[in-house]
């Protein structure tokens, strides 16, 4: 080991105070970084909420490329899922999110899209 840290990923955004609109805290931290932090970041909450809604500690469990149904989710875990990420992003998101999108990876990049068109 050359005793040289990891590099780090930017941290997911925090709960959002009463006074902001859902999905206000996440916007202010994508503006401040670039095009692949933001990638980046928005791949990392994906995985957070999907290992939460599964009960997983840590969002290692949930790989990039895992589909989403083949690591445990079932009907009400996606809604729960799809509500979390709502929440998160101020996005009204499909209730097909997870079927239409079904790894992390595209679900990132299709949220991805969403919140440039949103501005």
Known sequence: MSGEAAPSSPSLPVAVPDDETP?????????????DERQQLLLDL???????????????SVAS????FEVGFISLTAVQFRNRLADLTGLELSAMLIFDHPTPTLLAGHLHALLNEKG
């Open 23 to 35: 999905g206000s805290a996440l916007t202010h931290k994508l503006a401040e970084l670039s095009e």
């Open 46 to 60: 994906v995985r957070a909420e999907a290992a939460t809604v599964l009960g997983h500690e840590t969002p290692d």
């Open 65 to 68: 490329d895992s589909v989403f």
